[in-house]
């Protein structure tokens, strides 16, 4: 949970909004320029995930995340030295995704689901609880940064906590488990991990059923995550209020991660998923229009993030029960790139509507239409695989 709390996945997206004005207001740019940063780490980092993947499978966790930790802090400390230049800009941006993508749930879930297997699905909602702890925590970090020494002093102050507090956590405690370590049904008595290859899962309709469905969730989801606040706005509430509702967004994430997590570990996942998913899509008919009640808002900012929540498991739980361990690292990476790339562009196809349309309507809607599609795919992956059901 620290490991993800102060890695890549979480750091960037919590530091970024608050200095986003200030960047723009210093070298000049519209908030379009600015913003674009954060999509090209995102697409880069999807772009590198079977790789980093794959090289967690074939020399374990421990040193890619311990090199990736060390690297990203350090990348993400240099930005105080971000040049006027947006190609330079952009540059910085891509090459910490590049690197930074070996400190996310990528390579720490393979660790997590090669220790649990019973209790898997609560384990990865608890290791995924460390992008809320951060939500909490690294805005305060950033903005007494900024209130120091200006927007450029936050990126090292923020890049201490994977330097100082994961890192050394990491290497002092963190391990895979040893074979004879192994719960039943990751490996057999001699030590030999179940699974698939990512050729043979590739070959699979399982594995192509997975991809399409955190496709059109990342869609639907991504943006009108970050326009969250905009919306509430479209209805007449003001700013406090959207940033009230901003938190209920986050505790929805919260109960979704570990109320999922501790269902499918004792139903069938897709199953559990299937009607979690359909969640968002009741939240998209709520924010629709421009009057809704406060509580309704509230309704659909918790339905949401509840949603978000349940995503992220999905992933990592399911890529392990069909697939198993051997290729983990790759095949979860591949999984991975449909997530990232639908997150990235999906804010941008809510702005595209909110500008031709005045409002986020015809965009919700088909957002209602993906979440229940995506969620109805789950339904067809069929029973897990007889030895990964060993226990």
């Known amino acids: 949970m620290i490991g ?120 990865l909602g608890i290791m995924l609880l460390g992008t809320s702890l951060a939500a909490m925590v690294v805005p305060q970090i950033a903005q007494a940064a900024i209130s120091a020494g200006g927007w450029r002093l936050a990126f090292p102050v ?63 989801y991504g943006g009108a995550h970050i326009h969250i606040a905009q919306i509430v706005g479209l209805h007449g509430f003001s700013v406090e209020v959207a940033a009230s509702v901003l938190g209920v967004v986050a505790i929805g994430i919260l109960t979704g991660r570990l109320l999922i997590g501790y269902l499918f570990d004792r139903f069938w996942a897709p199953g559990v998923a299937f ?26 900012g918790f339905l949401l993030g509840f949603a978000a929540g349940a995503e992220s498991d999905v992933i990592a739980y399911l890529a392990a029960k069909y697939f198993g361990m051997v290729h983990y690292g790759r095949i979860y990476g591949v999984l991975y790139m449909p997530f990232a790339i639908g997150s990235a562009i999906s804010p941008i196809l809510y702005g595209i509507v909110r500008d031709r349309s005045g409002n986020y309507d015809p965009m919700l809607a088909a957002a209602m239409v993906m979440f229940v599609i995506g969620g109805s795919l789950l339904l067809t992956l069929g029973r897990y695989p007889a030895a990964n059901e060993a226990s």
């Open 4 to 123: 993800v709390a102060c890695g890549a996945s979480p750091l960037p997206f919590n530091v970024l909004p608050l200095v986003l004005g200030p960047i723009s207001s210093e070298f000049g740019w519209d908030f379009a320029s600015t913003s674009a940063g954060v999509t090209v780490f995102g697409i880069i980092a999807a772009l590198f995930a079977p790789f980093y993947g794959g090289l967690a499978d074939r020399h374990g966790v421990r040193p890619v995340v311990l090199w990736s930790l060390l690297l990203f802090a350090i990348i993400f400390a240099s930005f105080y030295f971000l040049p006027a230049s947006k190609t330079g800009y952009l540059l910085f941006w891509a090459v910490l995704g590049a690197i930074g993508i070996g400190s996310t749930p990528v390579t720490w879930s393979r660790a997590i689901s090669m220790w649990f297997n019973r209790h898997r699905g609560l384990a």
């Open 158 to 220: 923020v890049a201490l906590l994977p330097l100082l507090v994961a890192l050394p956590l990491a290497f002092a405690w963190f391990r895979e488990p040893r074979p004879d370590e192994r719960p039943a049904g990751v490996s057999d008595a001699s030590g030999t991990v179940f699974g698939l290859t990512l050729g043979e899962a590739a070959r699979g309709y399982r594995f192509w059923v997975l991809l399409a469905s955190i496709l059109l969730i990342a869609l639907a």
């Open 275 to 300: 009607p979690a998913l359909l969640l968002p899509a009741i939240a998209c008919w709520v924010l629709m229009g421009t009057d809704a009640a406060l509580w309704h808002v509230i309704v659909g």
